[in-house]
């Protein structure tokens, strides 16, 4: 029900990253994205939008992640890094992606993960990889 399309930065500079951790970060948002614009969309014959961006910054990389799905309910918006925080039904989501995110964007990686969001237009998920920081060990 979406269609994804990507906007890279090709000037991007190598950074230090645990490529596995990072993809699964990368997936969590995406499968996040689709849920929520079948949620919007299933059965409407029209088609949702995820679209996957980079930028360099002054001191980091940054990663968008953005759907057109109903947005964040204010209600639920500081729980959604919660362990086990989930709206989904049993099956379709335990509540990690996110809490996994957060584990490993802020304490491995030591960048930021944040999103903005409207109401019945979608949500942006905001990932900040320090151009030169030290990286723990994994
Ligand atoms: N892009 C999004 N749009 C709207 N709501 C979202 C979005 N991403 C996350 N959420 C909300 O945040 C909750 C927590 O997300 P999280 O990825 O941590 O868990 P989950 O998707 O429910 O389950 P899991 O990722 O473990 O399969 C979701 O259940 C949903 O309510
Ligand atoms: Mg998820």
Do not use: W
């Amino acid at each position: 029900v979406a269609d994804l399309t990507t906007d890279l930065d090709p000037g991007l500079p190598l950074i230090y990253c645990v490529a596995g951790e990072f993809n699964q970060v990368m997936l969590n948002l995406i499968v996040n994205a689709g849920h929520a614009i079948s949620d919007v969309f299933k059965g409407s014959g029209r088609k949702g939008a995820i679209r996957v961006s980079t930028r360099r910054q002054e001191e980091c990389v940054e990663i968008r992640v953005s759907d057109t799905g109903a947005g964040i309910p204010e209600a639920i918006q500081s729980k959604v890094f919660d362990p086990f925080f989930t709206t989904k039904p049993v099956g379709k989501g335990t509540g990690q992606g996110l809490a996994i995110a957060h584990t490993v964007i802020v304490k491995k990686h030591r960048g930021t993960i944040r999103f903005e969001t409207t109401a019945g237009v979608g949500t942006t998920f905001i990932v900040q990889l320090p151009l030169a920081g030290e990286v723990e060990a994994a």
